[in-house]
């Protein structure tokens, strides 16, 4: 099974919001599944979590995964509050039923032994709650290539810890992505549709703008056997060469019309 869904921030950007923008629009341009960006204290708290439920249910939303801050810490003090995080995310998931926790590695993580003894802790307690740890790549983060994996798995792993292969940070990074797939598709457990323009270079753009082959990608994926979500984001982070322009409903929609024919099962 693979199905379509979308990020909170392709309808919100990086802003505190109560989803209004997702929940009153989603459903209309044609996405069922959605991966909610929970990157601020109050968005997990038990209120909010059964708000997001509720308003699923009124619009029709099924979610598909919680997007959280980053792991790891470069202090005890910060590991600890982050591990009590995570399997408070944990429990939220499973409470809304997605069975997946995704995010990077904090910018402050300065090695990644740090993100190997969270997610050692966090291993038994994911399984317990079937929920899937799912760590994402980054350029410009400690955990960006498959070299950065094939040294965390080497310390970490178990059944419920893998990888969110994210295709356009993965390019920016200057890492092919079927290069990535060789080595950890028996790892990845989550999908991010992302378009970088420029190899080897954060050059985030619309889809359809860029070099990045994400049909290519979904579907080596499924022919490895992958089963689960590929989640549109379509990022603010495209305007920070200073000439952004508003995304449109039209924008929004257009990954539908490229990817939900990718869908399977």
Known sequence: MIRLAVSS?????FENTRFENLFENAANVGYRYVEFNCWYPEMLLP???KRIRRR????GLIPAALHVSGFGGNTSEILTLNTMHKLYAIEAAAQLGCRRVVGSAMQSCSHLDELAAETELLSKEAEKADVLICLENH??????TSRDYEYLFERTGGSHIGVCLDGGHLEAAGESIGSFIEKLSDKINH???KENRFFGKKSFCRFGQGMTD??????EMYRRGYSGYMSVELSPEI???GNFQPFTMEDRRYPLELFKKLERG
């Open 56 to 59: 699923c249910e009124e619009s």
């Open 239 to 241: 305007g920070e060469d």
């Open 47 to 49: 209120e909010n979590i």
């Open 139 to 144: 350029c410009n983060n400690i955990l960006a």
């Open 9 to 13: 921030l392709t309808f919100e950007g």
């Open 214 to 219: 994400n049909a290519a990608m979904v579907n």
């Open 191 to 193: 999908i991010h549709l």
